[in-house]
């Protein structure tokens, strides 16, 4: 089984249910991994916080919770946080 991609699973951790039509993506969710218009509103609601570090990752967090990802792009790092934070039920 391929894992779904990153939007995707973004999508299903927000409480997105339809997808799929016969096996394939009938209706794609925002491009929260390449589209800041899409995922900063997220960053605000879940007080995720992003940082540059100085070899070039990006880190990704909630601060004061164990939520925290280190990744080489911003948005992927910030959905990473995402889904930690759904499969922890805090979204």
Request: proline share 7%; hydrophobic share 40%.
């Amino acid at each position: 089984m391929t894992e779904e991609p990153l939007d995707v699973q973004v999508a299903r951790a927000l409480g997105w249910t339809d997808f799929t039509k016969d096996g394939y993506y009938s209706a794609h969710p925002p491009y929260y991994s390449t589209d800041w218009s899409a995922t900063g509103p997220l960053i605000v609601k879940y007080g995720i916080c992003l940082q540059r570090n100085s070899d070039s990752t990006w880190w990704a967090g909630v601060l004061g919770r164990p939520y925290m990802v280190l990744d080489t792009l911003a948005l992927p790092t910030v959905c990473k946080v995402i889904l930690a934070l759904g499969k922890a039920d805090k979204l």
